[in-house]
């Protein structure tokens, strides 16, 4: 009987053990991500790969310099930590309509717009470290994040 419970405790700790590594393993980001979304049926530029590690690692950055919550704050998170996309909230492909026919938006509606709101948040981030560092390493125009397609 003793056997059995011992042979049993071992076979629990095992099962946890690869549960909780796979958990884990599916929350922490891969080095490098591949921006696209299912949201774009076609893309006219290629697709932006976010040096993710660079950004955490190298850099320095807080998760919640890009990772906020649905009023712009800065989330608490660490690495591993479980994030939502930004195609989740900012949901419309694309970006806004522009000219003077383009329907009036309210903010909100603004940012439900997914690529304005990579492009402000990847951009603008990029254009103050380029100032502040006195270089053009972050890139700062299409080409510079969007890779050329054949």
């Known amino acids: 009987m003793k056997k059995k419970l011992l042979l049993l405790a071992v076979a629990v700790l095992f099962v946890s053990f690869f549960i909780s590594a796979g958990l884990f393993a599916d929350s922490t ?17 290629g697709i932006c790969e976010f040096p993710h590690k660079k950004h955490a690692e190298d850099l320095k ?3 919640g310099t890009c990772h906020h919550d649905d009023k712009g704050a ?9 994030v939502q996309k930004c195609i989740e909230c900012h949901n419309k492909p694309g970006e806004k309509p522009k ?40 890139p700062a125009t299409c080409k510079g994040c969007h890779p050329k397609t054949n």
């Open 99 to 138: 000219g003077k026919d383009a329907p009036k938006l309210t903010p909100k509606q603004k940012r439900e717009y997914h690529a304005d709101m990579m492009h402000a948040q990847c951009k603008g981030c990029h254009k103050d470290y380029n100032k502040e560092n006195k270089t053009k390493a972050a």
């Open 74 to 82: 800065a989330l608490e998170l660490k690495a591993g930590d479980d």
């Open 29 to 45: 980001p891969q080095d490098i991500i591949n921006m696209e979304s299912k949201a774009y049926t076609e893309h006219k530029k």
């Open 61 to 63: 950055l807080e998760c």
